[in-house]
């Protein structure tokens, strides 16, 4: 449905939209819209109804893992983030670093030197590589190689400090098993026995999500913010820069009532609105209904007023069918990162979960549908501060999505499904085939407010390259899972 284009830290997809810029920023087909990232066709239906069935509060089934981002500058997932001392603010020292580690490990295995300690402070793709039989270590490297030539592209030439696989470890965390132990493995060529921790675990299953093609399957709901200084009402506080207005609350507001509320599945937020982006799994949320004039709480057909009996900073914004406005004031609870360690169990007490508080209005009909919806500050002399929102949600198309690479269908299976490893050879090619994949995405034009395609004289996308995105193989990381969390 939409052509990718990579992004370190965002969906590897082009954000388009089902009309213009200002239909995306407001709620020109809300009912359609978010019936279709809800994945329901009654997920657009009356707030009296939500009210009954939902209530005010709700959690996803199962709460998604922290994780690190695994940041690019470390060398992502490739970072052997035990080893002391070996990690630089730099990341040409990293690459120098990991370059030697190298160079030890050849000399070792040739040697037939390499020990328990050795492998055991390796990084989770170098663990991976070897317990293929790989010791040229092919999907570490070629990690490397694409975080080279990254940088090499970046319009500042450097990677950025916030920069990493957040698009990988949030969709990783909400729809894999939580990895709740240690467990130690035999190579498939029964030279090495390799211990793998839960954050190894952690970190083979974002990069999985990260590169895989399952994110060609996205939806999205808001734009990138590319400034932190956008254009606002000062009136109102309204941001009038199309890129930076978030998701409609509106819009945001049912997806959140449909996805946690009502099917208790998960889906991921930019918790930011500038620059820098974070995509974050979330977990729950609890809101109140409040009055807009007076700030009374309450059910919401007790503080919902009429639009025309407010004094309102924001109506010139409005839809013009609202016969109703009332406040939302929500906490939305998210999962936040955590560094990666040797600990061996993991278990949701050991996650770190952060709360955004955000407050927004919602347009509402005579039968109180809601038509859209604009995000307010805290208080009214705040107004000429930006709100507190995210710049956009995703989710995939599908309600039980599964990442794969693209070597995966040449995996050979036993009749009940599981995956033959007893090919040491083939194993280890079909491994090299999904670390060195790379992937065709195409130029966009960005000077607009919106991502577009460029076209050529016939109307075809224009290609930009070819983008080193390494995998590793899915079924592989899959089965590895199950020996964690059993």
């Known amino acids: 449905m939409r052509l990718p284009q990579l992004y370190w830290g965002l969906p590897l997809i082009l954000f388009s939209t089902l009309s213009g810029a200002h239909e995306l920023e407001g709620a020109t087909g809300i009912q359609e819209r978010v019936n279709r990232f809800v994945n329901s066709n009654h ?11 939902v209530g005010f509060s709700a959690k996803v089934a199962r709460q998604p893992w922290s994780s690190t981002y695994w940041p690019l500058d470390k060398g ?7 080893e002391r001392g070996g990690h630089s603010r730099y990341f040409a020292m990293n690459e120098m670093n990991f370059e030697s580690r190298m160079s030890k490990f050849q000399r070792r295995i040739e040697g037939k030197k390499l020990s328990d300690a050795d492998i055991d402070g390796m990084s989770p793709t170098e663990k991976y590589d070897l317990y293929l039989g790989d010791t040229d270590f092919t999907l570490s490297k070629s990690v490397w190689k694409s975080l080279v030539e990254h940088q090499k592209t970046a319009k500042s030439k450097k ?24 467990f130690s493995v035999q190579s498939i060529d029964g030279q090495y026995t390799i211990p793998f921790y839960p954050d190894d675990m952690k970190g083979l299953a974002s990069l999985l999500w990260a590169n895989s093609l399952i994110q060609d399957n996205s939806m999205v709901e808001g734009l990138r913010c590319n400034t932190n200084n956008p ?12 890129r930076c207005k978030g998701v409609n609350p509106g819009i945001w507001h049912l997806n959140v009532l449909g996805l946690i509320g009502e099917k208790h599945m998960p889906f991921i937020i930019n918790k930011n609105n500038d620059i820098e982006i974070w995509n974050q799994p979330v977990t729950g949320f609890e809101f109140k209904y409040y009055n807009p004039k007076t700030n009374e709480t309450g059910r919401l057909e007790q503080v919902a007023v009429s639009a025309k009996s407010m004094n309102d900073p924001l109506s ?34 050991r996650d770190s979960v952060a709360i955004m508080h955000m407050k927004y209005e919602l347009e509402l009909d005579v039968a109180y549908n ?8 805290e208080t009214d002399q705040e107004r000429s501060w930006i709100p507190n929102y995210p710049a956009f ?16 269908a040449k995996i050979p299976l036993n009749k009940d499904g599981s995956t033959i490893y007893t090919d040491a050879a083939l194993m280890r090619a079909l491994s090299a085939t999904a670390s060195t994949f790379h992937y065709q995405h195409y130029r966009i034009d960005d000077t607009g407010d919106l991502d577009k395609l460029e076209l050529d004289e016939n109307g075809k ?26």
Request: proline share 8%; glycine share 6%; with cysteine.
């Open 461 to 486: 996308p224009i290609p930009a390259g070819l983008e080193l995105r390494p995998q590793p193989l899915g079924r592989v990381v899959y089965d590895l899972m199950d020996k964690a969390a059993p």
């Open 393 to 408: 949600m995703w989710r995939f198309q599908s309600d039980y999505p599964i990442a794969a690479s693209v070597a995966d």
């Open 76 to 82: 992502m997932v490739a970072n052997a983030y035990a």
């Open 159 to 182: 990677i950025k400090d916030w920069e990493g696989i957040c698009h990988g470890w949030a969709p990783a965390a909400s729809f894999m098993k939580r990895p709740v132990k240690d």
């Open 316 to 349: 010139k914004f409005r839809d013009p069918n609202t016969a109703y406005v009332v406040g939302v004031d929500m906490n939305f609870q998210y999962m936040d990162e955590t560094d990666p360690t040797h600990d061996k169990t993991d278990d949701p007490s």
């Open 370 to 377: 809601v038509l859209g919806g604009e995000w307010t500050s």
């Open 43 to 53: 997920a657009y239906r009356s707030l009296l109804d939500y009210q009954k069935t």
């Open 231 to 242: 254009d606002v009402d000062y009136g109102s506080g309204k941001v009038l820069y199309t």
